[in-house]
């Protein structure tokens, strides 16, 4: 009888489950370690071909580009996305705050890159490679992680006072 009970009041029949997690919240528990293989996968897709130009018959990744002309767009790539990743290991306040502005600096620098290395010129269109997308791709999952951290953060002495005393934090 308390089968059926529980059956039609819409809780879980067998009882393996006392509440419903959305998977999406499920992804905090990993943040982390998708920020650093996206970061993996960000400095491979570094050394992959970002674009073909071939009325000069060569390819451009983030390391060459015909007589340094667009630079070497991968050192700030590298320390932006580092720093992303690696504040998600650091269990402080201000980092995780940090982390969402340089990885946002990371995301725009690399949609600057998109648009560079793949962009028109003189009436020729570049073929645009893996590694340039690639890229992109783990730039962005790079800071959409920063959004997710995992687990509690420390703060800092200071605000704990002020939650006990009740004033607001200013």
Known sequence: AELCKSFYSGSNPLGTSKRRK????????YSKWISLLAFALL?????????????IDKYFNGFYSEKNIYG???????VFSSFTTLS???????????ALLVGGLNVAYAI?????????????????EIG????LI????IFIMAFLPEGSI?????????????????
């Open 43 to 55: 400095v491979a897709a570094c050394f992959m071909p970002w674009a073909y130009y071939a009325d």
């Open 72 to 78: 070497k767009p991968v050192k700030l790539l590298f």
């Open 112 to 128: 600057k890159n998109f648009l560079l290395f793949g962009s028109c010129y003189r009436g020729y269109c570049p073929e645009k």
């Open 22 to 29: 959305l998977r999406f919240f499920l992804m905090t528990r």
């Open 132 to 135: 340039l997308y690639l890229m």
């Open 138 to 141: 783990s730039s962005i999952v």
């Open 88 to 98: 998600m290991f650091i269990n402080n306040l201000w980092f995780k705050r940090a």
């Open 154 to 170: 420390q703060r800092e002495e200071g605000e704990e006072r002020r939650e006990k005393r009740g004033n607001p934090t200013t």
